[in-house]
């Protein structure tokens, strides 16, 4: 079956503007992950779904940051005036469920995003 | 201190060389996971272990829970080995996200 797909794969934005990154994880998976892989850094987790709702915000670095999920599948992260900073690679993962038995994330292949 | 470190930070090696690599981690976990990153190329899951060992194909990841050390082998190392393995930490609490190594880049020559 698909796996984790994201688009866009690679963004070039300019500081300042607003960008939408988009995740459609595994058909089924309740569980959604964003993470964040900056240049030179490793992978940092910057927010969790169980179903629609967020449990856990905590990895997001500031209040331009933001994400939403829709209908217990696609999930969008939304970066507001982007800084030259928030270049990174921003990566999805799915998994069957969140917590308890910890089942295996399966991640996507990631959106380049490149803030001039 | 980093809740998950990794050691070396980069292993470069001949081709059929036994490779290992380690993980520490200092947090509760419920799982531990290995994973494989290729440049410019997407993540992979090698193995997810909360318990003993597992093997798959050349690969073996091993952990031992009391010291809170896992390792990762390559047996008969390939060029095509070549990537970047990181050691993720699925913590116990809550969204049970994983908190992740700073990952060791192999380098397997022909």
């Known amino acids: 079956g698909a796996g984790v797909s994201q688009s866009p794969s690679n963004k070039v934005t300019e500081k300042g503007k607003d960008v939408e990154l988009r995740c459609d994880p595994i058909?089924?998976?309740?569980?959604l992950y964003w993470y964040r892989q900056s240049l030179g850094q490793g992978l940092e987790f910057l927010i969790y779904?169980?179903?629609?709702?967020?449990?856990?915000k905590s990895g997001l670095p500031s209040d331009r940051f933001s994400a939403e999920r829709t209908g217990g599948s696609v999930s969008t992260l939304t970066i507001q005036r982007t800084q030259q900073e928030d270049s990174a690679v921003y990566l999805c993962?799915?998994?069957?469920?969140?917590?308890?038995?910890?089942?295996?994330?399966?991640f996507g292949p990631g959106t380049r995003l490149t803030v001039t | 201190k980093n809740e998950v470190e990794q050691s070396p930070q980069n292993l470069t090696a001949q081709e059929g060389e036994f490779i290992t690599i380690n993980c520490s981690y200092s947090?509760?976990?419920?799982?531990l996971h290995w994973l494989q990153q290729h440049p410019g190329g997407g993540i992979v899951s090698l193995f997810m272990?909360?318990?003993g060992k597992k093997k798959h194909g050349r690969l073996i990841a091993t952990i031992n829970i009391q010291e809170k050390h896992s390792s990762l082998h390559i047996t008969a190392s390939h060029p095509r080995d070549s990537a970047v393995y990181i050691c993720?930490?699925?913590?116990?609490?809550?969204?049970?996200?994983?908190?992740f190594g700073q990952g060791t880049r192999l380098t397997i020559n022909p």
């Open positions: 993962a799915s998994s069957l469920v969140g917590s308890g038995s910890g089942y295996e994330q399966y």
């Open positions: 058909s089924g998976h309740t569980a």
């Open positions: 779904f169980q179903g629609n709702s967020a449990p856990d």
């Open positions: 947090v509760g976990i419920s799982a």
């Open positions: 272990l909360s318990s």
């Open positions: 993720a930490a699925r913590v116990i609490q809550g969204a049970q996200k994983l908190v």
